[in-house]
C-alpha cells in the first residue's frame, strides 16, 4: 500500500533525488521548499524522467520551515517525513550564524512539532558528520563526538539533541542520518559556499584552475546521493530505535586524491586530455574546516541494513557525465 510521504528540501540536492526515488516506486510525495538554496530546475529535472501517473503524485508546496503554519500545512495527512532542508555551509554558518540557527534549529524545531501534530510514523532528518567536531577518534563512531567547531556543526548538535527529547517525551521515531560529504547530480556548482566536488567539475569544465584550502592531506569520506537515498529510505521504513548514525562510504580520500580522480574524469567525459595536466591552487585552511573524516557505518548497517554501493570511482564518473552533459546543453 502505498504511503504519502513530506520530503522538505524538495527542490534541493539530496531532496530532489529523495522525491525522484519515492514517485518512482508510486509513492504520494509532498514537497516543501522555500528555494532559498533550492532550484526548481531540480524539480523540473527529476518530473521530465517520469510518466504522467508519476508525477500526478507529486505536490509542491513553496512555504519556509521557519513558519511553523507551513510546517503543519506540508504534514497534513503525511505519514513518513524525510526532513533535508537546512543551510548546508560551514563557512556560510561562520559568515551568517543567526540564519544557520532560524532554519536548522529553529526550523528543525517547527518540523518535529508539526510532524507529531500529525502523528507520523517516522521522522528521518539530516544530520551532519560536523558533529564530530575537534574528536581525535578514526573511524568517527556514534558516541565518540568532539566539542563543535562551526555554528553549523553546533546546529546539526542541537538538531540532536532536541530529537532525542522527543523521542523520550512523546515517543516519536526520529532517526538522524549523520551524511559525510554526499556529492552526484544536480548538486550546485556555483556560489560562494558550494561543495567542493561540483565546485571543482564546474571549474575544470571551463577551463579554470580549482583551489584547494591546506596542503591536500586533508580527508573526507566521499558518499554518493544514491546511497544517501537508500539509507533514508530504509532508516524510515525498519524497525532501527530513534537516534543517530552514520552514512558514508567508509572510505577516506584526500583532496589530491580527489583532485587527481576529478580530473581524469573531466577529461575522459570532455574528450579533452590537456585538462589531465591541469594543477591546483593550494591555498590557506580555512576556519572551521574537519581535517579528517572516516565514518563507521556498521551501526546503520545493522539496524536496517545501510550497505553502500557506489564507489568512488563510479560514482564521480556519474557525477562528472551529468555536470558535461549540462554543460554541452547550455552551450
Same mark, same amino acid.
Given at each position: 500500500?502505498?504511503?504519502?510521504?513530506?520530503?522538505?528540501?524538495?527542490?534541493?540536492?539530496?531532496?530532489?533525488?529523495?522525491?525522484?526515488?519515492?514517485?518512482?516506486?508510486?509513492?504520494?510525495?509532498?514537497?516543501?521548499?522555500?528555494?532559498?538554496?533550492?532550484?526548481?530546475?531540480?524539480?523540473?529535472?527529476?518530473?521530465?524522467? +517520469?510518466?504522467?501517473?508519476?508525477?500526478?503524485?507529486?505536490?509542491?508546496?513553496?512555504?519556509?520551515?521557519?513558519?511553523?503554519?507551513?510546517?503543519?500545512?506540508?504534514?497534513?495527512?503525511?505519514?513518513?517525513?524525510?526532513?533535508?532542508? =537546512?543551510?548546508?555551509?560551514?563557512?556560510?554558518?561562520?559568515?551568517?550564524?543567526?540564519?544557520?540557527?532560524?532554519?536548522?534549529?529553529?526550523?528543525?524545531?517547527?518540523?518535529?512539532?508539526?510532524?507529531?501534530?500529525?502523528?507520523?510514523?517516522?521522522?528521518? &532528518?539530516?544530520?551532519?558528520?560536523?558533529? @564530530?567536531?575537534?574528536?581525535?577518534?578514526?573511524?568517527?563512531?556514534?558516541?565518540?563526538?568532539?566539542?563543535?567547531?562551526?555554528?553549523?556543526?553546533?546546529?546539526?548538535?542541537?538538531?540532536?539533541? &532536541?530529537?532525542?527529547?522527543?523521542?523520550?517525551? &512523546?515517543?516519536?521515531?526520529? #532517526?538522524?542520518?549523520?551524511?559525510?560529504?554526499? @556529492?552526484?547530480?544536480?548538486?550546485?556548482?556555483?556560489?560562494?559556499?558550494?561543495?567542493?566536488?561540483?565546485?571543482?567539475?564546474?571549474?575544470? +569544465?571551463?577551463?579554470?584552475?580549482?583551489?584547494?584550502?591546506?596542503?591536500?592531506?586533508?580527508?573526507?569520506?566521499?558518499? &554518493?546521493?544514491?546511497?544517501?537515498?537508500?539509507?533514508?529510505?530504509?532508516?524510515?521504513?525498519?524497525?532501527?530505535?530513534?537516534?543517530? @548514525?552514520?552514512?558514508?562510504?567508509?572510505?577516506?580520500?584526500?583532496?589530491?586524491?580527489?583532485?587527481?580522480?576529478?580530473?581524469?574524469?573531466?577529461?575522459?567525459?570532455?574528450?579533452?586530455?590537456? #585538462?589531465?595536466?591541469?594543477?591546483? #591552487? @593550494?591555498?590557506?585552511?580555512?576556519?572551521?574546516?574537519?581535517?579528517?573524516? +572516516?565514518?563507521?557505518?556498521?551501526?546503520?548497517?545493522?539496524?536496517?541494513?545501510?550497505?553502500?554501493?557506489?564507489? #568512488?570511482?563510479?560514482?564521480?564518473?556519474?557525477?562528472?557525465?551529468?555536470?558535461? =552533459?549540462?554543460?554541452?546543453?547550455?552551450?
Amino acid at each position: 500500500m502505498a504511503e504519502k510521504w513530506l520530503v522538505t528540501g524538495a527542490a534541493g540536492f539530496i531532496g530532489s533525488h529523495l522525491v525522484e526515488a519515492l514517485l518512482r516506486v508510486g509513492e504520494e510525495v509532498v514537497g516543501l521548499d522555500n528555494f532559498a538554496t533550492g532550484k526548481r530546475e531540480n524539480v523540473d529535472d527529476v518530473l521530465s524522467s +517520469l510518466t504522467g501517473h508519476q508525477r500526478d503524485r507529486f505536490r509542491l508546496i513553496d512555504g519556509d520551515i521557519r513558519d511553523p503554519d507551513d510546517c503543519r500545512r506540508a504534514c497534513a495527512g503525511v505519514t513518513r517525513v524525510l526532513h533535508q532542508a =537546512a543551510i548546508g555551509s560551514v563557512p556560510r554558518s561562520i559568515d551568517d550564524p543567526l540564519t544557520t540557527n532560524e532554519v536548522n534549529v529553529t526550523g528543525h524545531l517547527n518540523m518535529m512539532v508539526a510532524a507529531r501534530g500529525a502523528r507520523v510514523s517516522s521522522f528521518v &532528518y539530516a544530520s551532519s558528520s560536523a558533529v @564530530y567536531g575537534d574528536s581525535p577518534t578514526s573511524p568517527k563512531k556514534e558516541g565518540d563526538e568532539g566539542r563543535p567547531i562551526s555554528p553549523y556543526a553546533a546546529s546539526k548538535r542541537a538538531n540532536e539533541d &532536541y530529537a532525542a527529547a522527543f523521542a523520550a517525551v &512523546y515517543g516519536m521515531k526520529l #532517526i538522524g542520518l549523520r551524511y559525510f560529504n554526499v @556529492y552526484g547530480p544536480r548538486q550546485d556548482p556555483a556560489g560562494q559556499y558550494a561543495a567542493v566536488i561540483p565546485r571543482w567539475i564546474g571549474r575544470l +569544465l571551463a577551463g579554470q584552475r580549482c583551489q584547494i584550502f591546506g596542503d591536500g592531506s586533508t580527508s573526507r569520506d566521499l558518499t &554518493y546521493v544514491g546511497d544517501v537515498v537508500a539509507a533514508n529510505l530504509a532508516a524510515a521504513t525498519s524497525d532501527a530505535p530513534s537516534g543517530v @548514525y552514520n552514512v558514508a562510504q567508509g572510505r577516506a580520500t584526500t583532496l589530491n586524491e580527489l583532485y587527481r580522480l576529478l580530473r581524469a574524469a573531466v577529461a575522459a567525459a570532455t574528450r579533452r586530455p590537456e #585538462i589531465e595536466s591541469a594543477e591546483p #591552487i @593550494y591555498e590557506p585552511f580555512r576556519t572551521g574546516d574537519v581535517l579528517r573524516s +572516516l565514518a563507521d557505518t556498521s551501526r546503520a548497517r545493522a539496524e536496517f541494513g545501510f550497505d553502500p554501493r557506489v564507489e #568512488i570511482g563510479t560514482g564521480l564518473l556519474q557525477t562528472v557525465g551529468w555536470f558535461a =552533459a549540462q554543460n554541452a546543453s547550455q552551450a
